[in-house]
C-alpha cells in the first residue's frame, strides 16, 4: 500500500475590527477581537492523488468565491478541483462573506443582511487562504490515521415549538440531533499527532447578536484539542440546519460567556473521545466529484407574488428582507416571461480515506438528513459537511415544511422554483449512489 502524506497548515484570517458581524442583521459591527479566526488547509497525497479540505472559521462562503478559491488552488499548487472541499464552521461572529448573490436569491443569498465584505475577501480572505494550502503542501509527511467516536450533548435542536404552536429558534428537546463526535487524528512515523479533524454539529449561534469577532463555542474545543495532542485541529460541521448550541440560558443564543461556557464543555468530550484507543491504519485516499441534481416544483402564482409583496414591501432586514426581495424577483421572472426547469444543481466532492469518507453539500442540511445516509451507507464513517464549497442555503427534511419557521421560510426562497416536495428524499438518493463510487 502507498503510503499517505499529509501537510496541514493554518493562518489567522482575522478581519479589521469595525467590520459587519454576519448572521443577524446588518447593523451589528465588530468593536473587538476575542479570538482569531483561522484557515486551516490539509493537503492529502498518495501516489498520483493529491486533495485539499481547508477548514475556514467563517460563517458560510458565496459560491462563487469558493470556486474561485478551488480554481486558483488548482492552478497554483495542482491540487484538481474535484479533489477539494472548502468548508465554513458557520460562526456568525465573523465577517460578511456570503453577500447577494450577483443574481439576487439564485444562491439563497439575497436580501436582508448586508452586502459582501469585498474588501476582506480580496485582501485577506483569498491571499491568506492561498498562503495556507501552499504552506500545507511544503509540510508533506507520511502519516497514519486513528478514529475515534463518542457522543457530545453540546448540540439540541433548535426548532421550538411554542405554546402558540409556532415555530421558533431554541430548544427543542425532542427533535432530532446527531450525538455522534468523531475525532479523526493523523500520526506521524514517531507516533506524535500531526493534525486532528473534529466531526460534529451545530450553529455557531452562541454570542448571538454580539460585537467581538470569534469562533464561537467551537474555538475553544479547536484551541484545547491543540494543546491536549500537540496536533492542529480543525472542525468540520456536520449537518446543523436544525441544530444549536445548547446553552444554559435554554436557548441557541447567548452572549459571548455563554459560547465560552459551552465550548469548554465540547472540548471536554473533544478531548475524551481522541484520547479513546484506537488502531492506526494507512488508509487508501480515493475522490469523486459527481453532479448532483436536486428537482424543482412550479413557482408560485403571479398571484401569489403579488399578495407577498405587497405584504413585505418595504422591508429589508433578515427574513423579512429576504421575503420581500423573493417576491420581487418572482415577479420580473413572470415579466420577462421565464421558462421553468427540471432541477437545480451541484458539484459534489467525495474525499474517502479507508473507512472514513467525507460528502460536500452547500446547503445548511437538517440533520436528519445527514443521518439517513450515514445508516444507508456502507462506509463505516460517513460524515457529511454541511456548507462546502459554496452556500445554496438551508435544506429541510419534508416534513419540517407544514410546521413552517425559519429554516423553512428560507429554504422554499431559495430558488426562483421552489424544490419538490420530497427533495431531502432526491437528495439522499443521489448522494448514496454517487459514494458508491468510492
Known amino acids: ?21 454576519m448572521g443577524y442583521r446588518p447593523d451589528i459591527f465588530s468593536t473587538s477581537v476575542n479570538d482569531d479566526l483561522t484557515a486551516t488547509a490539509f493537503v492529502f497525497k498518495q501516489g498520483d492523488t493529491s486533495a485539499l479540505m481547508m477548514s475556514l472559521t467563517l460563517c458560510s462562503l458565496r459560491t462563487d468565491i469558493a470556486e474561485r478559491i478551488l480554481a486558483n488552488v488548482e492552478k497554483e499548487y495542482s491540487i484538481p478541483r474535484a479533489n477539494s472541499i472548502i468548508h465554513t464552521i458557520h460562526t456568525h461572529s465573523g465577517p460578511r462573506v456570503n453577500g447577494p448573490d450577483p443574481k439576487p436569491g439564485s444562491d439563497g443569498t439575497g436580501g436582508g443582511w448586508g452586502e459582501l465584505n469585498v474588501e476582506y475577501v480580496e485582501n485577506i480572505l483569498i491571499p491568506y487562504v492561498m498562503e495556507t494550502v501552499k504552506e500545507a503542501c511544503e509540510n508533506l509527511v507520511p502519516v497514519q490515521m486513528k478514529v475515534s467516536v463518542g457522543e457530545s450533548t453540546v448540540a439540541i435542536n433548535r426548532r421550538e415549538l411554542n405554546v402558540d404552536n409556532q415555530i421558533v429558534l431554541g430548544q427543542n428537546p425532542w427533535g432530532p440531533f446527531d450525538p455522534k463526535m468523531t475525532v479523526i487524528s493523523f500520526l506521524n ?6 493534525a486532528n479533524i473534529v466531526h460534529y454539529a451545530a450553529h455557531g449561534t452562541g454570542s448571538g447578536p454580539n460585537h467581538e469577532i470569534t469562533r464561537d463555542w467551537a474555538g475553544v474545543m479547536i484551541d484545547v484539542l491543540d494543546r491536549a495532542s500537540g496536533g492542529i485541529t480543525a472542525f468540520f460541521n456536520d449537518p446543523e440546519g436544525d441544530v444549536g448550541p445548547r446553552l444554559s440560558n435554554g436557548k441557541t ?3 459571548l460567556r455563554y459560547a465560552l461556557e459551552l465550548g469548554g464543555k465540547a472540548a471536554q468530550d473533544a478531548v475524551r473521545i481522541y484520547k479513546q484507543h484506537s488502531g492506526c491504519t494507512t488508509p487508501t485516499l ?25 405584504f413585505y414591501q418595504g422591508k429589508k432586514i433578515n427574513i423579512a428582507g429576504r421575503k420581500a426581495s423573493y417576491f ?4 420580473k421572472s413572470y415579466e420577462d416571461g421565464y421558462t ?3 432541477s437545480v444543481s451541484f458539484p459534489q466532492t467525495i474525499i474517502r480515506l479507508g473507512d472514513v469518507v467525507f460528502v460536500s453539500f452547500p446547503y445548511e442540511l437538517f440533520s436528519e438528513v445527514g443521518m439517513r445516509i450515514a445508516q444507508a451507507s456502507d462506509i463505516p464513517y460517513t460524515l457529511s459537511l454541511s456548507i462546502s464549497n459554496g452556500a445554496k442555503g438551508y435544506f429541510v427534511t419534508e416534513d419540517a415544511v407544514p410546521r413552517g419557521g425559519y429554516e423553512v421560510e428560507m429554504f422554499k426562497t431559495s430558488n426562483l422554483q421552489p424544490y419538490v416536495h420530497d427533495a431531502d428524499f432526491r437528495l439522499m438518493k443521489a448522494t448514496l449512489e454517487h459514494l458508491k463510487k468510492v
Open 253 to 255: 443564543t447567548g452572549d
Open 340 to 342: 421553468e426547469i427540471d
Open 286 to 310: 480515493t475522490t469523486s466529484t459527481q453532479t448532483i441534481d436536486v428537482p424543482l416544483a412550479h413557482r408560485i402564482s403571479k398571484e401569489e407574488a403579488e399578495s407577498g409583496r405587497n
Open 328 to 331: 420581487n424577483w418572482v415577479l
Open 189 to 194: 512515523a514517531d507516533k506524535k499527532t500531526v
Open 1 to 21: 500500500m502507498n503510503e499517505l502524506y499529509l501537510g496541514v497548515a493554518r493562518k489567522v484570517i482575522t478581519p479589521e475590527v469595525g467590520c459587519t458581524l
